[in-house]
């Protein structure tokens, strides 16, 4: 994504934000093997058999746009005991509505031993904001 899709907020917690925390969570758990995979309340959240696990969340909302993420209602019960390889981020053509609104939807990517795990984070804002800003944390 350029720099001129990205909403003024995106581009104050890039500079600021969590980015070494989500990068620190996301390296320290590749390799491990998962547990279980949950998607609820905007949130992907993977439990490793470790005990330790992570979450993936856009909690970054800002005035004049609305962030969800959503499945195709899968329960990922196929990835028990695969191995966390890692995660990406892909873009999607930006939908702009008859009203003049804009509904962007980037592709959170997980990748394990068995398969791929897909997320649709949304954002539909008027123009002005857009872009994305998910985050990886450990679960204390």
């Known amino acids: 994504m350029s720099v001129g899709n990205l909403g003024l907020g995106v581009m104050i917690r890039m500079l600021g934000g969590n980015y070494a925390k989500s990068v620190a969570a996301h ?3 590749l390799g491990k093997k998962i547990q279980k995979v949950e998607f609820g309340g905007d949130q992907l959240l993977i439990r490793f058999t470790d005990k330790t696990a992570i979450t993936f969340e856009d909690k970054k909302q800002s ?3 609305h962030r969800y993420m959503t499945n195709e209602g899968d329960t990922y019960e196929w990835a028990h005991l695969a191995t966390f390889d890692g995660a990406e981020i892909k873009q999607a053509p930006s939908q702009d ?3 003049g609104e804009a509904h962007d939807v980037q592709f959170l990517e997980i990748k394990t031993s068995k398969g791929v795990i897909t997320i649709s984070s949304h954002n539909e804002h ?6 994305f800003s998910i985050e990886v944390s450990e679960v204390k």
């Open 27 to 29: 390296n320290g758990a």
């Open 126 to 131: 008027n123009g002005y904001y857009g872009g």
């Open 63 to 65: 005035c004049c746009e």
């Open 97 to 99: 509505d008859p009203n």
